[in-house]
């Protein structure tokens, strides 16, 4: 059976990633350096998984876990964005430096297919009321956005000279289980489901009223195979998202409705660098992917909640 080499596999998307994985029974390697991701995220115990302890920014480490795998689903980053505005030198190392060393490690070693994760912050503020397709100008408003675009870059230089067949998907808002919840740079759901669930104030940056387009974790898992294993693969890069905008406000509703009500809610000022609206056009992903039926708001935050 083929083994896939999945960065960040520790981590909320990569650990739902392996168990998909190894349920379709190939064999999976995770590097991960445990910065975000947990050891109990992975089933440790199925001979059919292999857990290296790693940095993606140590070249020769991610040449080691590369050599020999059928393919690459190159997960690892610091998802924050927040945290690249607070520490861009650090958050490069990670986010580009790390992309950098895959695409090398992949050209030594004569491996081609890679999924890549990259990210609806490369678009910046240029959505602002319609929905974003992949033509849409690039504006990164912060060192997160501009590691994955030139990450985008980098691939596609690799392609061209060097045969790699990346799989390029721009995520939206990934929400679901194993989702850290733990840091304020942790993403909005794992937050505010956590916080209602405990009953501790919820901090909304400005008014409530920006947009996002959630899109469920097992929903995107099925994306992430078909990149990763179907024969053929698209090269240009693919919006990930349902074109649906949820505001904060809406989704605090939500949640207040699942939670039978909701703690006190403040206001903070927005964040730096934050987008208003993101909303994906999701035509050219429809074209050459089969979709998986959507799991709605509602029912992944069900999941999220064990409800
Ligand atoms: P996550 O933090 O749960 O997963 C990232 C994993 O990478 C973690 O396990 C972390 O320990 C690991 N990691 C970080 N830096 C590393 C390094 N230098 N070396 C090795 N491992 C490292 O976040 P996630 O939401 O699962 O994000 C997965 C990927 O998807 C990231 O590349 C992120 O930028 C991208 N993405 C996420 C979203 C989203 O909404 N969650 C949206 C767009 C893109
Ligand atoms: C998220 C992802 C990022 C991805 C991008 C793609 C995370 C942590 N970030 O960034 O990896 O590339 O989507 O669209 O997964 N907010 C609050 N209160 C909080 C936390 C957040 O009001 O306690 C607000 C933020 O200011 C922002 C919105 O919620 O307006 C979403 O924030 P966040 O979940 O961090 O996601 P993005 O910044 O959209």
Redesign the pocket.
Known sequence: MAEFLV??G?????SNLVDALLAAGHNVRV???????KRSNLPLDNPHLRFIE????DAEVVAQAVAGCAGVAH?????SVQASVDDPVSTH??NFI?TLNVCEAMRQHGVRRVVY?S??AIYGNNGEGVAIDEATAKAPLTPYASDKLAGEHYLDFYRRQHGLEPAVFR?F??FGPR??PSSPYS?VISIFTQRAQQGLPISVFGDGEQTRDFFYVGDLVALLMQGLLSEQVVSDPLNVGWSQAVSLNQLLAEIGVLCGGLPPVTHLPARAGDIRHSRADNARLQAHYHMPEQTPLREGLRQLLGL
């Open positions: 960065t960040g520790a981590g909320f998307i990569g590097l991960d350096n445990l910065s975000m991701g790693g940095d993606v920014a997960l690892a980053a610091v998802a190392q990670s790390g994760a990210s609806a995520f808002n990934i989702q850290d993403g």
